[in-house]
């Protein structure tokens, strides 16, 4: 057997006193926090509550080492935490945090109306499967359209291209009646539209 000091003393090496000192220095700040945690309750319930609390959760976690269901009791733990009450009765409310609430109400509103279009656009989805040419006769209704075809996506144009449009209009109509021409001659099959997770 290897004599006890050359085992103990690999890790007292000069080598890793850097590590030592950054683990020293977490461990003093993880029990200042501890105490200021623990401050902090016995402020807002007084010490007694405080060692029960404790208690408590040294039972919790010995339960859960014997093997037995700790999962619900951790779970009314949480809960328990989570109905804090706060008098905010006499709390001021700056400006700052009014546009920040406001901010953060309007961030709220623009991501419901995304997420809305892109259930929109997830019903316009194509499935692997299937054609494209069958999918559009099941998609057509009997309803006449709301607009003029077109006029939108010319609108749109004249503002992203001014007196050209027109032109690229051509090139664009073009190029798609060149594709689906060439659909129809050699009808391909769809690739699937599927993720690839590696």
Known sequence: MEDIS????????????RYWQ????????????????????????????CQEQQQQRYEDWHSAE?????????????????EIECDVSNMEISEELRQYF??????????KKQQQMEAEQEDSYVPADQD???VSSWRSSTAPPSERPGERRTAEMK???????????????AMQLTFDRNCDLKQPKYWPVIPLKL
């Open 6 to 17: 050359t085992v103990m003393s690999w890790f007292s090496s000069p080598i890793y006193s």
């Open 159 to 173: 503002k992203l291209y001014g007196k050209d449009a027109p032109k690229i209009l051509a090139m664009e109509a």
């Open 66 to 82: 014997e093997g037995q269901d700790g999962g619900e009791e951790s779970s009314e733990e949480s809960s328990s935490d989570s």
């Open 102 to 111: 406001a901010q953060t109400e309007k961030h709220r509103e623009e991501l």
């Open 22 to 49: 950054h683990y020293q220095q977490a461990m003093a700040w993880h029990q200042r926090h501890r105490r200021a945690y623990q401050k902090a309750w016995e402020a807002a319930y007084g010490r007694g509550y």
């Open 132 to 134: 494209l040419r069958g």
